[in-house]
């Protein structure tokens, strides 16, 4: 008996240290979120504006999955790659997103906002916007560049 005891205080203590021991990145501060999510936006929002697909497409994980209204989910970079370019195609010109609610961990931030879309439809010469509601998750790689995971909106209706 007095030999399992040792081996329980050295498991215990074993445990212990593992438990106090830090093994994650802090999360960042509500600020530092902010400003995170901010900036990422603002690289979406060129890239759409630039109609640069591939840039855009870049922006997301290998994995990433694209939800968008009324159509079945777009999985992997190459996939959102080409669903961006026929968006360019049908006359996608700009996006502003405004975030209204973020949060997550050391490794995932949850953006929810709105956003405002700009179309040019057919020969029109000026552009149509459409407000949209969306989540943005972006998850963080191992050489710390937050990237897309997944990416749904749909769009805003008039309130009756």
């Known amino acids: 008996m007095l030999m399992k005891k040792p081996y329980l205080m050295i498991a215990g203590l074993v445990c212990l240290l593992a438990a106090c021991t830090p093994n994650q990145v802090p999360t960042l501060t509500a600020d530092e979120q902010l ?11 060129h ?4 109609q640069q697909a591939d ?8 994995d990433a999955i694209l939800l968008s209204p009324s159509e079945a989910e777009t999985k ?15 006359g996608l010109k700009s996006v502003k997103f405004q975030s209204t609610t973020i949060s997550g961990d050391a490794n995932h931030l949850i953006e929810i906002g709105q956003s405002t879309v700009g179309l040019q439809l057919g ?10 509601k969306y989540i943005h998750v972006w998850t963080k790689q191992e050489n710390g560049v937050y990237k897309l ?10 309130k009756l």
């Open 35 to 45: 400003k995170l999510v901010q900036s990422l936006d603002s690289m979406y929002s």
């Open 123 to 132: 020969e029109a010469d000026t552009l149509s916007y459409e407000n949209y």
């Open 47 to 50: 890239h759409i504006e630039k």
């Open 149 to 158: 995971s997944r990416d749904m909106w749909n769009q805003d209706q008039a």
């Open 55 to 62: 840039s855009l497409g870049n922006t997301f994980l290998s």
């Open 76 to 90: 992997g970079i190459n996939a959102i790659k080409e669903w961006y370019q026929n968006s360019f195609d049908y």
